[in-house]
Structures are given as C-alpha cells and as structure tokens.
C-alpha cells in the first residue's frame, strides 16, 4: 500500500524557520511530481511550490526566495523548507504527489495521492 505522510508543521515566531517532509511509503519506484499547497481558514487552496523529476521547480510570488523544494530519493521523501516566515504563512500545508510503485505482481503502476495536512502557525 502507497500512503504519503507528511510531518514538520509546528508553531514559530515571524522571521523563524520550518521543514516540512511528505514521505512516500510502499514500493515506491520514482516520485515524478510533488505539489505544495496551502490552505488558510476562510481561504482557498493555494498553490505554493512545485516540482517534478527532472528538476523543475517553481514557487509562487508570495513565497519564492523564502521556500526551497528538495529531495531524498533515498528515502522517497520531498521536503519544503521555510525560511522567514511570515504571519500570513499560516496556514495547513498539503503535498500532492504522483509517483510509480510496484504491484504486488512486480509490475509498476502510477498512483496519485494527497498527504494529510500539517498545520503551520507564525505567530508576529
């Protein structure tokens, strides 16, 4: 089974910084893509960072200089760091990831999947 979990959210003062992990478990052959969003109460989802295999990365203007994407192919792990952060970065952070995996029949597979959130606070 192919489950994506996510941890690194906490609370921090403006200005501080935060990791967050989304770790792929299963069979996993390649992870192809990886979406951060966001989302704030009364807001909607938005879109913060993305990366894909063959290195592409892009941020959204409110927080590019200030979040990087990075991999640990060795542990099937895509990280988002935060630097500087600012009270408006509150937010439940989510990965969508697409990735390949192993069957049970030893044949790949894509799969699709979102992480469970973490909760990021900045307090000013």
């Known amino acids: 089974q192919v489950q994506l979990v996510e941890s690194g959210g906490g609370l921090v003062q403006a200005g501080g910084s935060l990791r967050l992990s989304c770790a792929a478990s299963g069979s996993i052959f390649s992870i192809n893509a990886v979406d951060w969003y966001r989302q704030a109460p009364g807001k909607e989802r938005e879109l913060v960072a993305s990366?894909?295999?063959?290195?592409?990365?892009n941020y959204a203007d409110s927080v590019k200089g200030r979040f990087t994407i990075s991999t640990d192919n060795a542990k099937n792990t895509v990280h988002l760091q935060m630097n500087s952060l600012k009270p408006e970065d509150t937010a439940v952070y989510y990965c969508?990831?697409?990735?390949?995996?192993?069957?049970?029949?030893?044949?790949?597979?894509?799969?699709?999947?979102w992480g469970q959130g973490t909760q990021v606070t900045v307090s000013s």
């Open positions: 969508a990831a697409s990735l390949t995996y192993y069957t049970d029949s030893g044949e790949r597979a894509d799969f699709g999947s």
């Open positions: 990366f894909t295999s063959g290195g592409n990365t």
